[in-house]
């Protein structure tokens, strides 16, 4: 290269990094022992730069420092990356490779050193629509491109829920009611993850860097302090609940399953219930109890004979086998009773209401009917599924005929 040749350059500390401000422009000074050459940055500052460093040279002509930013202006009057679409659209049809310069006549019809390189910026910042293949550039697959276009619609929707994360972070640090989005869970559940499972957990790295932008340790400890601040876990939070992997709260799937079953009531499979509800029915449950579902009655018979009536309530009355809550009830298996609360095998809205045995209503029940001798013996039996009737009222032990 002679003297005062414009080149592109890019400087070693900057190998790591593939963005344009990582490259800089020089005019070639002299040689440098048998491979580098001596190149004066646009700032006036000398470096020495092996061959490879190089990444575009301006052929042609020679320029001085003070020709640079005039022929950047240049270049950046005809810089158009939209272009860069429609030149990929036309090589395709022929699945021709093609040079900057060659790129500069068909964008620009135009072949002058700012034209030309122009024309390298933008298929040297392509990632999209060109491969590069030494000094040419091989325009990729509509397939290949499709797919390239949905890995950067999905890393650009990954930042943009990635900052509405933080702002989100903020603003509930900050005592303001926060409305935590879908995309927010990945972030929490992260935290989440490295208090229960510490440097096991597989988001460790994400929890880590959440603390970290914050400026807080990056410890399990910390992410449990910052979750009691967010309010999302409680001071006394049940770890060990949490590591069971116990699920403490109903998807909105199953929320919506239930809301359709109290709309429109299924049909009910057992047309014979047996009608207890004239029996006097007994339960012994405090004022707290949401879930009443045992109660007594006596029946009166001929003979001075007496039947006791133990009445269950009857929650298939309401649950198709297959269904949505069935597999979650298979799933949880039972309703967990713990000294911190409740976790049920239904929603709320079911086994305090319908599933239950509540109070002034008539509700469906598996009814076990049983006669006893003298000595207490069981004499006769029966089962049958049924209707009862609870009473209004919440004494310890209490009666009502319906």
Request: glycine share 6%; aromatic share 8%; proline share 6%.
């Amino acid at each position: 290269m002679e003297k005062g040749t414009l080149v592109e350059f890019k400087l070693r500390t900057d190998s790591g990094s593939d963005h344009r401000r990582s490259f800089q422009m020089g005019i070639v000074e002299r040689p440098e022992g048998k491979k580098n050459w001596i190149v004066l940055g646009a700032n006036g500052q000398s470096h020495t730069v092996h061959p490879r460093q190089i990444t575009y040279v301006i052929a042609g002509e020679t320029y001085t420092l003070k020709d640079i930013p005039q022929f950047l202006e240049e270049v950046e009057s005809c810089f158009e990356p939209a272009s860069l679409e429609v030149a990929w659209e036309l090589l395709l049809e022929d699945g021709e490779v093609v040079t900057p310069v060659q790129l500069a006549q068909l964008l620009f019809s135009d072949q002058s050193p700012p034209h030309c390189y122009a024309a390298h910026c933008l298929l040297s910042d392509d990632k999209l629509y060109f491969k590069q293949k030494g000094d040419h550039y091989e325009p990729r697959s509509a397939l290949q491109v499709e797919e390239l276009k949905h890995q950067l619609y999905q890393q650009a929707k990954r930042i943009e829920e990635q900052q509405q994360f933080y702002q989100a972070l903020q603003q509930a640090l900050a005592g303001e009611p926060v409305d935590w989005r879908g995309g927010d869970l990945t972030y929490l559940q992260a935290l989440e993850k490295f208090v229960l499972l510490g440097e096991e957990a597989s988001h460790r790295t994400m929890a880590a860097e959440i603390l970290s932008a914050l400026q807080r340790p990056t410890t399990p400890d910390a992410a449990f302090d910052l979750l009691v601040e967010l309010k999302l876990w409680s001071l006394h939070e049940n770890l060990y609940l949490r590591r069971s992997q116990t699920p403490v709260q109903f998807s909105p799937t199953i929320l919506a399953a239930v809301t359709e079953l109290l709309e429109n009531p299924p049909a009910d499979s057992h047309l014979d219930r047996r009608d207890l509800t004239q029996l006097k029915t007994y339960t012994i449950d405090d004022e707290a109890t949401s879930e009443i579902d045992d109660g007594l009655s006596l029946e009166f018979l001929e003979n001075d004979q007496q039947r006791l009536w133990i009445h269950i309530a009857d929650p298939s009355r309401w649950i198709t086998l297959g269904s949505v809550l069935d597999r979650e009830a298979q799933r949880r298996g039972t309703t967990l009773y713990l000294p911190t609360g409740m976790i049920p095998m239904f929603p709320k809205e079911l086994s305090t209401g319908p599933m239950s045995l509540v109070q002034g209503k008539v509700c469906c029940a598996l009814s076990f009917g049983v006669i006893l001798t003298p000595e207490g013996a069981i004499a006769e039996y029966e089962i049958c599924c049924s209707q009862v009737c609870l009473p209004i009222g919440s004494p310890i032990l209490t009666w009502m005929k319906c």
